[in-house]
């Protein structure tokens, strides 16, 4: 039975307001989450994702009134990450109404926090996000990167990636710093050598464009679950653009 490839918007957050930039940095305003994500809703969003971006950077934990007015607009699940660094983080955002969370930064500095959590709030709610850049000197050809794409951190973010799967991470979701906000579509080396790597469902992430791409992080990437921003935000393509796209090429998804 073929998978259902789900498409999911992202929310990147910073002082209330969802912003886009290019290689995580130059952002611009994009709106106001609650209309984003009442809008991404009724246009037929499988899965929604939030992400304090400056959360890490600035030390501090996830706003949790954004979580709060999100999910009070939806009823498709929400993936929150940004500043979470705890159990006790992770029990505070799916009380204010997140499905799941997703942890990167805190997850490497104490891998331990991936089993814990697991354990505690079940394997399906725990995403780990895996930063990435190119840096020959790794095995894989990719160096895992944190604190917003900020610091390198000379680990392999393949086998990193192996690592989270084996401690409890229900799905995995990549970045390549490569190809983030660019709109030359999802770095499909990255994204396939995770998916090769684990069993999880993976998400293709960063640099999305155009339908094609969209079509090629699926066949080309193995990703069951599609995350965009830009094209979403500034209204290049509508989410049943893309969905009847995949499905005149063979892949199923829900209309």
Known sequence: MAETIKIMPCLDMKEGRVVKGIHFVDLKDAGDPVENAEFYQKEGADELAMLDIAATLENRKTRLEWVKSVSSVIDIPLTMGGGIGSLEDIELVLEAGASKISMNSAAVRKPDLIREAAQEFGTKRIT?????????????????????????????????????????????????????????????????????????????????GNLEHFYEGVVKGGARILLAASVFHYRTLSIREIKEYLRDKGLKVEL
């Not at 000379?154 to 799967?165: R, S």
């Not at 409890?168 to 390549?176: F, K, R, Y």
């Not at 995770?194 to 640099?207: F, K, T």
């Open 128 to 208: 780990v996000a895996v930063d990435a850049r190119r840096n020959k000197e790794m095995p894989s050809g990719f160096e895992l990167v944190v604190s917003g794409g900020t610091k390198p951190v000379k680990k392999d973010a393949i086998e990193w990636a192996k690592k989270c799967q084996e401690l409890g991470a229900g799905v995995i979701l990549p970045t390549s710093m490569d190809g983030d906000g660019t709109q030359a579509g999802y770095d499909l080396e990255f994204t396939k050598a995770i998916s090769d790597a684990v069993e999880l469902p993976v998400v293709a992430s960063g640099g999305a």
